[in-house]
């Protein structure tokens, strides 16, 4: 099985700020990496798929980069929305391993 | 619009089986390969099973492998996941998920709201 690993845990910053998530994968994974928000409560939403592609509706302070093993989301300006817990994910082989995710936090 | 709508879930003492179900509408059901994952209190997120487009292919993570099935009704636009021998650690919110025309290399893109199972005695 492909581990999945984000750093930080968990994340302080203040509205405006930009941060990123790194995530590292076991083994190369190509380009087949995806980022999800999700926030208290509710179901996981995708942000970005094959490491750098914007979901659709997704506001554009969200990137993403990376390829291989290593795997970076970035959030420009943060807005208060998007203080919630964001994972990683591989998605070309039949484990489809999640990272353990990071928790944004309102500093 | 896409929904996903899951139903089935509650209380089960360990041993026990469970039938969830999804319900979907909004899109064309029979071409896309459908996924279960859960997520037990507090933690995070973990793949659990996925079914073909078709039906014909279905892949299960480890720690439920030969205690869940998955499969699909066409007919009724509904995902379905058998759970049986339920252990407390089972306990989790299933989601259901869209995947893509493929089983493997498709983004996770529509999920729905989830079912709480709580194994138990």
């Known amino acids: 099985d492909i581990q999945m690993t984000q750093s930080p845990s968990t994340l302080s910053a203040s509205v405006g700020d930009r941060v990123t998530i790194t995530c590292r994968a076991s083994q190369s994974i190509g380009n087949w990496l995806a980022w999800y928000q999700q926030s208290p409560g509710k179901a996981p939403k995708l942000l970005i798929y094959?490491?750098?592609n914007l979901e659709s509706g997704v506001p554009s302070r969200f990137s993403g980069s990376g390829s291989g093993t290593e795997f970076t989301l970035a959030i420009s300006s943060l807005q208060p929305d998007d203080f919630a817990t964001y994972y990683c994910?591989?998605?070309?082989?039949?484990?489809?391993?999640f990272g353990q995710g990071t928790k944004l936090e309102i500093k | 619009q896409v929904q996903l709508v899951e139903s089935g879930g509650g209380v089960v003492q360990p041993g026990k089986s469970l039938r969830l179900s999804c319900a979907a509408s909004?899109?064309?059901?029979?071409?896309?390969?459908l996924h279960w994952v859960r997520q037990a209190p507090g933690q995070g997120l973990e793949w659990v099973a996925v079914?073909?487009?078709?039906?014909?292919?279905?892949h299960y993570a480890d720690s439920v492998k030969g205690r869940f099935t998955i499969s699909r009704d066409d007919s009724k636009n509904t995902l379905y996941l058998q759970m049986s021998n339920l252990r407390p650690n089972d306990t989790a919110v299933y989601y259901c998920?869209?995947?893509?025309?493929?089983?493997?290399?498709?983004?996770?893109?529509?999920w729905g709201q989830g079912a709480l199972v709580i194994v138990s005695s």
């Open positions: 094959k490491a750098s």
């Open positions: 998920v869209r995947g893509g025309v493929h089983p493997v290399g498709s983004k996770f893109d529509f």
């Open positions: 079914v073909s487009h078709d039906g014909s292919k279905n």
């Open positions: 909004g899109f064309t059901f029979n071409i896309y390969a």
């Open positions: 994910q591989h998605y070309n082989s039949y484990s489809y391993n």
